[in-house]
């Protein structure tokens, strides 16, 4: 037996009901006995195609549902769903805490090559408040937030006394330098700097993964302040043929799945994607391709962004050095997605937080690595990479700007706020999911990465 509270004017539509007691072992067969139990509420919770209506915030305990698989959300006897209703005009952009809605914000945490910087704003990012730089003059060659506890984490990549990773635990206000990753004692290799910091899944509480250079996978078990070798990985006989690519030899994007904490992927420049489905144990090469102008080698090439759907499992966008691929649920090749797009070559991706079919990239020049004419844009596709549209609205006509590796990202809204940085100085925001652009923010250092933390 599961319990679902209701909140506010919930309860007006279930006859008073604060609280329904009912038989169900997923979320969504909750919702269909709760919407059994009170008809008046079935239209309530979804709309005409059988959707849940958007201005509908569902928790199981205290966890976002959308943070355990949605409606396959797996129940207990025990268990407690919150069906609680959003506040007029805000859709999903509130949370709950301690049992009252507040409103998201949004914090850009902006790394350049002289510091790290944040943009704030309130729920309608519409104005933005600039703040920073720490740690200058070093460069930040990613920073990101972890919502599981409000962590931030920095790679500081300093020529000036060595790289280190720093982490925040009061929201940028103060930093705490955490032991460096550190290769086991007669190895080859010696730490160099850090290229990417990936918070753990909800059921890890406590695990962050960084990549480094040289090409190596970190894991702490202690939120950032000690690092281990990813040993499976090292010893993988193929790494013998990784080499450096223009910008070295890292390990930048690291894909959890966000059903299965123990299935994930890694990216590596250049030394292609490699699998693993238990935790990092053990780790296969995962480079078959559906469609595109050739056949890849066991070493896919220089991958160049790698992401895992938040919310969906299976579910990955891709871009390698010339091409852009797909991957479904339960497959197990990458589907060629580059026809479409005016250029094969870029860096920067995202991913819709809560549609799995929608991603957007800024395309570059293969050998220039800026934007061609008629300038740089935004390019969307709603289909899994079959179609793509491009979004140049507000953006400086003619503009051959560049965006990095880490230079896009996108917050958790309920109409997605998309972001990207240039190596001109400047940060563009969309508060439409990428439509149209602003200049949120200019001059300033080169940008090396943009990472959206939606806070409550």
Not at 210 to 224: H, Q, T, V, W
Not at 397 to 409: H, I, N, Q, Y
Request: hydrophobic share 35%.
């Amino acid at each position: 037996m599961i319990r679902v509270l209701l909140h506010g004017a919930w309860r007006t539509f279930a006859g008073g009901a604060r609280e329904v007691p009912l038989e169900a072992r997923t979320l969504g067969e909750a919702l269909a006995a709760l919407a059994r139990a009170h008809p008046a509420l079935k239209e309530r919770l979804r709309d005409e195609h059988g959707k849940l209506r958007p201005h509908l915030a569902l928790f199981v305990n205290e966890e976002d549902a959308r943070l355990l698989g949605g409606e396959a959300a797996a129940l207990k006897d025990g268990d407690i769903v919150h069906v609680i209703p959003a506040l007029s005009g805000g859709g999903d952009n509130q949370r709950t805490k301690g049992g009252t809605q507040v409103a998201k914000t949004v914090t850009l945490l902006v790394g350049t090559k002289k510091g790290l910087f944040q943009l704030k704003s309130d729920a309608d990012r519409k104005k933005w408040a600039l703040e920073g730089p720490y740690g200058s003059p070093a460069p930040i060659h990613h920073a990101s937030f972890d919502p599981r506890d409000r962590s931030m984490y920095a790679a500081i990549n300093s020529t000036w006394g060595g790289s280190r990773i720093e982490y925040s635990r009061d929201l940028g206000k103060t930093w705490t330098v955490g032991k460096n990753p550190a290769f086991p004692a007669g190895s080859d290799r010696t730490f160099f700097q850090t290229w990417h910091i990936e918070p753990g899944h909800a059921k890890t509480p406590n695990v962050v993964w960084a990549g480094i250079e040289p090409a190596a996978l970190f894991k702490s078990e202690d939120r950032g302040e000690t690092w281990s070798l990813n040993t499976a990985l090292d010893d993988q006989p193929s790494r013998a043929k990784w080499v450096p690519g223009f910008g070295g030899m890292g390990l930048h994007s690291i894909a959890i799945d966000a059903a299965d904490p123990k299935f994930m992927q890694i990216g590596i420049s250049v030394g292609g994607v490699y699998t693993s489905k238990d935790g990092g144990a053990s780790w296969a090469q995962d480079n078959t391709q559906r469609g595109g102008p050739e056949d890849r080698p066991d070493v896919f090439g220089c991958i160049h962004k790698l992401l895992a759907h938040p919310k969906v499992g299976g579910v990955r966008f891709m871009r390698v050095h010339l091409e852009v691929y797909w991957r479904d649920p339960g497959e197990t090749v990458w589907t060629f997605r580059t026809p479409g797009l005016p250029t094969s070559f870029g860096f920067a991706a995202a991913i819709h937080p809560h549609d799995p079919k929608t991603a957007w990239c800024i395309p570059l020049h293969d050998v220039k690595r800026t934007a061609i004419d008629p300038g740089i844009a935004v390019f969307k596709t709603t289909d899994r990479g079959a179609t793509w549209t491009r979004n140049g609205a507000g953006l400086p006509k003619g503009a051959p700007l560049e965006s990095l590796r880490e230079g896009m990202d996108n917050d958790d809204f309920d109409e997605v706020g998309v972001y990207f940085g240039t190596a001109n100085g400047d940060v563009y925001a969309s508060r439409d999911e990428g439509k149209s652009w602003e200049r949120i923010a200019q001059y300033l250092p080169y940008v090396t990465s943009v990472h959206a933390a939606t806070i409550a």
